[in-house]
């Protein structure tokens, strides 16, 4: 069985703003995904990745790729409209056994630590599909276009996802195929395996794991 890594990279961040996409910004003189890169590399139970991203980025991302030597960087495929396009093309253009595990992670999450991956890495080996996610504190309303509130939910069963989530191959590519076919899309993958009928466990995340999206995010 391998591990191997997709990165969704294509996103041109309207919430964060201004010119470059936000993870391609530096902290700390270094990438956010160059940051990102380094933990998935450096782990000995990851065999491979693969990122996705826009055409106009490619150069820029073999630059980065050379310089923080991520040796384990196969293949950079073309990023699409939403998120999910991004995802299907880079699985589409991974080969793989039916039971190898695919991760996908943000790009824009650089504090996942190197534990919880290999954690995480452990359970989807046992349960195939498995994500991460936070107990929510707050309390949780749903509210009409008017923001009248219709509902208080039970926020006892309630999580908020993170990235990475990791699912078998055969399971998550067939899901990806239901789900291109009936137009049905999900904001992340777990959404599209549930849409296939498959039970998606959710294991603690850590808080540290913020996905950078706002200005404010990168003075964390
Ligand atoms: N992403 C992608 N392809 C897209 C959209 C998003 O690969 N068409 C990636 C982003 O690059 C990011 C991750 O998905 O690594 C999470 O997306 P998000 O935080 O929403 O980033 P953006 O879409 O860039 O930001 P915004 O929604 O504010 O535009
Ligand atoms: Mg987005």
Redesign the pocket.
Known sequence: MKVKVI??????????GGKT???FLKIDGKEIIAHTLEKFNSISLIDEIII??QLEYFVKLSTIIKKYNLKKVKKITE?????Q???YNALINLECDRDDLILVH???RPFISNKKIIELVKAAGKEKCVILGLPVNETIKRVDKNNIVTETLDRNNVWAIQTPQAFQYSILLNAFEKAMSENFIGTDEAAIVENAGIDVKVMEGEKRNI???VKGDVRL
């Open positions: 990165i969704p990279a294509s996103g041109s961040g309207e919430r964060f996409p936000k993870q996705s991203t990023g699409g409209k939403l998120r396009d991004s995802v943000d790009a824009v996905k950078i999206t």
